[in-house]
């Protein structure tokens, strides 16, 4: 799980990185650990995460609210570990980061800001729906984040090898190599690993 904060009017989120799903958020006029507690619960509540079940990881940024001791106590209690993007490491939180460049480029985003917190929190109400449900997705093959968190793309992604590959038998002329590869991975990471590293670590999970 990744959490973002903007600032000015306060939107914190959480998302889910192996499929981009925007799982809980909230807009407020300050930043407070209270609220991120509170965004954490909501997270948890909904996704039906319990502590006895694999460990959880938390990314963020370093604001204050997150490193709270009460809001560290509300992940030991959730059996979520924290993680904090490196200082000076621009890139350190990289799906958060381009969430937020999908917001700010919509054609729909208020350069002008909002008249009030209610107008703020009805924007960003149907932009999490749009993106959630609407936005085909580049970092997971343009489908959406929904499809992806829910195991739809499965079928979705059957589909299209075997659109291509019947299009290629068709026409095997418009074809200069393979069709496209719409398999999408098992799994993610935050910062390049080599494959090595990643079957140890699932290894260490499943053991």
Known sequence: ?????????????????????????????????????????????????AKKDKPLMLHSDNGSPIKAVTFQVTLEKLGIQSSFSRPKVSNDNPYSESLFKTMKYRALYPQKG????????????E??????????????????????????????????????????A???????GEIRDWSLPEYVTLHPMKEEEVKKHLSQQNS
């Open 1 to 49: 799980m990744l959490l973002l904060r903007v600032n000015f009017l306060s939107y914190i989120l959480v998302i889910d990185m192996f499929s981009r799903l925007i799982i809980a958020y909230e807009v407020w006029e300050i930043e407070n650990a209270q609220y991120s507690q509170r965004l954490i619960r909501k997270a948890t509540l909904s996704q039906g995460i």
């Open 114 to 125: 909002f008249k009030d917190l209610t107008e703020a929190r009805e924007w960003v109400l």
């Open 127 to 168: 932009f999490v729906d749009w993106y959630n449900h609407t936005h085909l997705h580049s970092g997971i093959k343009f489908i959406t984040p929904y499809q992806r968190h829910y195991g739809l793309d499965i079928d979705i992604m059957r589909n299209r090898t075997e659109t291509y590959k019947k299009a290629k």
């Open 170 to 176: 068709a026409h095997p002329e418009r074809w200069s």
